[in-house]
């Protein structure tokens, strides 16, 4: 499930994306539905365009579409849907916040204080010190 800040990051991003694939006046047939989780397995964000000939609600479409192959509902602007699926085996998307921690070297502490220890030797600390 997407909260508020998750849709508003992918949001961003989709704005500078074109449409991958679109409904035609067939509708949403099966064959739309693989195509569609295919390239939501490669890209994860995926905008769909709806054509006028396909005389289908956006909204509606892609709610359907959402629940048809379990995808999280972005934004539909105009003739034009987002969807999000995460991809659990090699996720693309990060989002912020969400980064993976980086590994300490052995033997490094990270500090930005000054300990009382070095305070009377006059030692600077400078963000790392070594273990002994």
Do not use: W
């Not at 849907?81 to 070297?105: D, M, W």
């Not at 052995?106 to 009382?116: F, P």
């Amino acid at each position: 499930m997407l909260n508020g800040k998750k849709r508003a990051y992918l949001r961003s991003i989709a704005n500078t994306t074109k449409p991958t694939i679109q409904v035609g006046k067939e509708g949403i047939t099966g064959e739309f539905l693989d195509e569609l989780n295919n390239q939501l397995r490669v890209r994860e964000l995926v905008k769909v365009n709806i054509l006028e000939t396909a005389g289908l609600d956006t909204k509606e479409a892609a709610n359907a579409v959402c629940e048809a192959i379990r995808a999280e509902f972005v934004q539909a602007i105009g003739s034009k849907f987002t969807l999000y699926k995460k991809n659990l085996e090699e996720p693309k998307i990060v989002f912020p916040g969400h980064e993976h921690a980086k590994a300490k070297k052995k033997g490094e502490i990270k500090t930005n204080r000054i300990t009382k220890k070095q305070a009377r030797n006059g030692i600077r600390n400078k963000g790392v010190s070594k273990k002994k």
